[in-house]
């Protein structure tokens, strides 16, 4: 069966602290690993897509990295702006959906 | 603009009485997708549909119906509403697998938040 974990559940930093986020992954024939993104009360913003070990993306402050078993995202010098909760999902091959982890909870303060 | 919208954002009902949640996208996508976010559970699918009148269950199916009889349109209807269905409510829409097996990104709408009594 496939399985996402998040780790931490909750992240605290002071503005510019920069930190990751882990997500572990079981998945047979991963199609890709997904990050969002869901401020309270709104639906996941997408933010990447990582689809082999090795790849990575960036976005602003956040940049995105892939293994064969887990995927970090990596956040440089946060601002207040990016308290949000971060999800993490997969989709493997031959399957319909997207399998998503509980989330971080990320807050930065100023 | 792009996007996926939900009616209602709100919602409080009571036992048995029947409603629908309507969804529409505007991205001409073919893939459409209902999820239920309950704290502790996560984001898990209900049903999803990859092109009109192609449906199909999801991991939490019971008490649920969709139909997709137009392209942009995914509504989910809840016949006889329980308590257990108290949940947020979202309606995600993407492109189909791309040719090589890569899978597009899912674009969600802004959510419906459902209490029944």
């Known amino acids: 069966e496939d399985q996402v974990t998040q780790s931490p559940e909750a992240l605290r930093l002071q503005e510019g602290e920069s930190s990751s986020l882990n997500c572990s992954y079981t998945v047979s024939g991963l199609r890709g690993l997904f990050w969002y993104r869901q401020d309270p009360g709104k639906g996941p913003e997408f933010l990447f897509t990582?689809?082999?070990a090795g790849e990575e993306k960036e976005k602003e402050r956040l940049k995105a990295t892939l293994t064969k078993k887990e995927s970090f995202l990596h956040i440089t010098a946060p601002k207040p702006e990016d308290s949000a909760t971060y999800l993490c999902a997969v989709k493997r091959a031959g399957a319909q959906k997207l399998v998503f982890g509980q989330g971080t909870r990320l807050t930065i303060n100023p | 603009e792009a996007q996926v919208t939900q009616n209602p954002r709100y919602l409080i009902t009571v036992t048995g009485k029947k409603l629908t949640v309507t969804c529409s996208q505007n991205m001409n996508h073919e893939y459409m997708s209902w999820y239920r976010q309950d704290p502790g559970l996560g984001l898990r699918q209900i049903y999803y549909s990859m092109n009109v009148e192609v449906t199909d269950k999801g991991d939490v199916p019971e008490g649920y119906k969709v139909s997709r009889k137009e392209k942009r349109n995914f509504p989910l209807i809840l016949e006889s509403p329980s308590p257990n269905q108290t949940s947020l409510y979202f309606c995600?829409?993407?492109?189909?697998?791309?040719?090589?097996?890569?899978?597009?990104?899912?674009?969600f709408g802004p959510g419906t938040r459902l209490t029944v009594l």
């Open positions: 990582l689809y082999s």
């Open positions: 995600a829409s993407s492109l189909i697998p791309l040719a090589g097996g890569r899978y597009n990104e899912q674009f």
